[in-house]
């Protein structure tokens, strides 16, 4: 499987921007290329990405604070609104992007790591040069969050026949 599809995922969940985020693992494979094979390099390919796409994102958010918007942007990738919800998606994946996206980035970013993209604990902690208590008390909150804005959208419809909402 490629792994591009992922490291662009990633790179759009912390930039909030489809053309930031390709700008970003455009770096990260230009300094896959630049730098001399490791055999941890090579073995961790997936978890090195993922670390060179989080520290460029770091490096250019220092020098520009204000050039990354918070919340993430959708552009276009889902719905431009609550409620709606985009042919290509099911109506409640598309309210869990979208609340998703209304968290801050460093919650964001470990939902995807670990939750989406499977990272265990301790490589996601290392993508993000955190301890791995950190990590756990982070995704424990960006949890604890997504599940309050789901339920608090949910409280919003009517539940259908079946019961379930969507």
């Known amino acids: 499987m490629s792994i591009l599809p992922k490291m662009q995922r990633f790179a759009h969940t912390l ?13 990260a494979c230009e300094r896959f290329l630049r730098t001399p094979e490791t055999p941890d390099k090579v073995a961790r390919l997936e978890n090195w990405m993922y670390r060179v796409i989080h520290n460029a994102w770091v ?4 020098s520009m604070p204000t050039k990354y918007p918070d919340p993430l942007e959708t552009d276009g990738e889902i719905a431009g609104k609550r409620g709606g919800h985009s042919v290509s998606e099911p109506p409640n994946l598309t309210r869990v992007r979208l609340e998703m996206a209304s968290l801050p980035v460093d919650q964001r ?3 995807m790591l670990v939750c989406v ?3 265990s604990y301790q490589e996601a902690a290392g993508v993000l040069s955190i301890p791995a208590g950190v990590l756990a008390s982070r995704l424990s909150r960006a949890r604890l969050a997504l599940a309050e804005k789901l339920r608090q959208s949910n409280d919003g419809e009517a539940p259908q026949a079946d019961g379930k909402t969507g």
């Open 59 to 62: 490096d250019e958010n220092r």
């Open 15 to 27: 930039t909030g921007l489809r053309d930031d985020a390709d700008n970003l693992v455009q770096r």
């Open 109 to 111: 970013a470990v939902l």
């Open 117 to 119: 993209d499977g990272l």
